[in-house]
């Protein structure tokens, strides 16, 4: 008696996506000497890390991953990705755009990322109708009420993805994990062509991490972090509105690292009078890159520096892409419970501020002390 062992079968839109995606990117790096003059992301930046003149294109093979994917895909499965790829272009195209001239305005960005939300719906007919929020949800009833906060929910994602785009591998990564949240949550409740659908959207992201990580020989860009965010909303829009048994946190859930990580940027650079906008080194991302990642690093490799330096930085970003797994797996096991959803979404939120404080203020604290607290001897408490 034998026994075979043979891989999963899986949709040809999935294995396309990923060569597609794999071979323009490895196309963009051979190419940079003719592209290069547009297309590098310079060393100039309170946020770069890196420390050679990089592509930051990487959005134009994820997007030819997710074109190539729709157009192996069976006709539903196809119908939704031919709308989700028009839908983001504005979101792609602006985002691209700053990429390539970097005078594309964070405001013109963001009514791009929009617009793509808008579109979805006019495209689709889908926008979010209920969240599980009783009084929010008498609002959206009304269309246009509904349409709107539909573009607001999915700008605020798509931008909350750039927000954390700061080291090899964490967006993108980022994005793949949750992606396979969404998708293994419509597989699970018979949502089967929304399931490939994220599925193929994530393979053309994970094409695009293959060369970006570990070594950053190209960089995802406003056009890959505003692209990705858009299509992690729309599909988070989707299942929420095509399987009325999933609740609205367990997408929140998915997302919550990047959603909580803007809306406690916004918080602690008001506290400091600051632009909301205003780009700086103290994102969790970064505090946890020099404070923790550097610190085991030396100590791993004896003391050495410059492996250390080497290595923080795509430790960190798969260390980061790596924790949005616990919330995800969650969002799996409490997709059609609402108030357990809820609660591990504010659970998260409150982890992330005591970690935060940690890292700040060098030992533990009440997260609600911590936002709260006062400068001390000096050191202001969101610095």
Known sequence: ??????????????????????????????????????????????????????????????????????????????????????????????????DLTKQVSVAARLLATMASGVLGWWMTGYSLTSVDVPLLDAVLVWAPASVLFTAFAVGGVANAVNIIDGFNGLASGFVVVALLGLGLIAGLYGDLYLSIACLAIAASMVGFWLVNWPWGKIFLGDGGSYFGGFALAWASVLLIERNTNVTAFAALLICIHPITEVLFSIYRRRLKSMHPGHPDRLHLHSLIMRRVVSHLLLIFNGGDRHKMLALRNPVTGLVLAMMSFPSMLAAIWLAN?????????????????TIYGRLVRFHWCSPIAFLFMKPVSGVAPLS
Request: charged fraction near 10%; include cysteine; charge should be positive.
């Open 1 to 98: 008696m034998s026994i075979s062992m043979t891989l999963p079968s899986l949709p040809p839109a999935i294995y396309i996506a990923v060569l597609a995606s794999l071979a323009v990117a490895l196309l963009l790096v051979l190419t940079k000497r003719w592209h290069g003059r547009f297309s590098m992301d310079g060393l100039l930046g309170i946020q770069k890390m890196h420390t050679t003149p990089t592509p930051r294109i990487g959005g134009v093979a994820i997007f030819a991953g997710v074109v190539a994917g729709w157009m192996v895909s069976a006709p539903d499965v196809a119908k939704i990705l031919g709308a989700l790829i028009l839908a983001g272009l504005p979101a792609f195209l602006f985002g691209l755009a700053e």
């Open 337 to 353: 419970d609402p108030v357990p959803a809820a609660l591990g979404c504010l659970l998260f939120a409150i982890g992330y501020v």
